[in-house]
């Protein structure tokens, strides 16, 4: 009787020894082909914090005591002289930073939409979404600080407007559908909250805050105050989100301990909220005492006209007070003015 041997099972000396037919890719050595994954595929949005970062350098040096132009300088430094150039270095490689990254944000969307969706639905990457509207609106913010020297103050205002519209649409359609999405597709609970998911909801704080820069450009009246009132409205909705999300945060990690050593850079993101509301608050109040002088002479009625003599520069004229000792003789001298 003859048996025959299987034809998948190999022969001992065949398992020793390596076949001269097999394909490149399993060859070892340098010839086998790299499996390499397009540039594009892998740009998340998180890249849009590199810009944000970049611009608030520029932002934050203008607001330096001893940077040129700064209203509470209070000396001249020989070094401010060349921090307005500085600064305005920064503010233009942000914005080359965030024109680049938008153009190729909308090639990744165009080319490789699986993984843009995909983006989408993770809880890791799809709170990075804010950070495009924090980036449009903090390259605004460094428009009116320092990018009126290096574009003109009129196309600095122009564009800081035109950050401002795109960023505010962007941060309220991130603070909205990022939480949506989260919760209705991904079903993510509670246990998983991550200091990643402030980014979303401190976007509309940052539109707050470049619109009461804004605020003073806008016509007097009713537009202004719907304007002031739509920074108002921003804001309130942020602080909201925030104080719904960071309960969460905490609660996660008071339960479950620190996170992973990788994600423990993290938590300098519970910060961002408490600065920036900290920023928007000041930039608002700034702007909410010129709101309300045309209420204020409209309440106090027309003034009237003064029934004394015109006040007078020097304490040692005028007869409706007393004069200082040291005026001797200088008082008499008032007369003969």
């Not at 603070?175 to 976007?203: C, D, I, K, N, Q």
Request: glycine share 10%; with cysteine; charged share 15%.
């Amino acid at each position: 009787m003859v048996t025959a041997a299987h034809p998948r099972t190999p022969s001992p000396t065949a398992s020793r020894t390596p076949s001269r037919t097999a394909s490149p890719a399993a060859r070892p050595g340098p010839d086998r082909p790299v499996t390499r994954v397009p540039l594009l595929r892998r740009l998340g949005p998180n890249w849009y914090s590199a810009v944000m970062g970049t611009a608030s350098v520029a932002v934050a040096g203008a607001s330096l005591p001893v940077a040129p132009g700064a209203a509470a300088a209070p000396v001249a430094l020989p070094a401010a002289a060349g921090l307005q150039d500085v600064l305005e270095a920064v503010w233009v490689l942000s914005a080359l930073a965030l024109a680049t990254l938008l153009a190729a944000r909308a090639a990744h969307w165009l080319r490789h939409r699986d993984q843009a969706r995909a983006d989408l639905l993770d809880p890791a990457v799809a709170p990075f979404q804010g950070c495009m509207a924090m980036a449009l609106l903090a390259v605004g913010i460094g428009s009116l600080s320092v990018g009126g020297g290096v574009i003109g103050e009129q196309a600095a205002v122009v564009t800081a407007w035109a950050l401002f519209a795109a960023g505010t649409a962007a941060g309220l359609t991130a603070a909205v559908a990022v939480p949506y999405l989260l919760l209705t597709r991904r079903r993510v609970t509670a246990g998983e909250a991550s200091p990643v998911w402030l980014l979303p909801v401190v976007a509309p704080m940052v539109a707050a805050t470049l619109g009461a820069l804004l605020v003073d450009r806008v016509p007097a009246g009713g537009w202004r105050r719907t304007a002031l009132t739509g920074c108002y409205g921003l804001f309130v909705l942020s602080l909201l989100a925030v104080l719904v999300v960071l309960p969460l945060v905490t609660l996660r990690l008071l339960r479950e301990g620190p996170p992973p050593l990788a994600l423990t850079p993290a938590l300098f993101l519970v910060l961002g909220p408490l600065g920036q509301s900290t920023t928007a608050v000041h930039r608002l109040a700034d702007a909410a005492p010129r709101r309300s002088e045309g209420r204020t002479r409209r309440l106090s009625g027309p003034s009237q006209p003064p029934t004394g003599p015109p006040p007078s520069a020097s304490p040692c004229c005028g007869s409706s007070r007393p004069r200082p000792w040291w005026c001797g003789r200088r008082a008499g001298a008032c007369g003969s003015r």
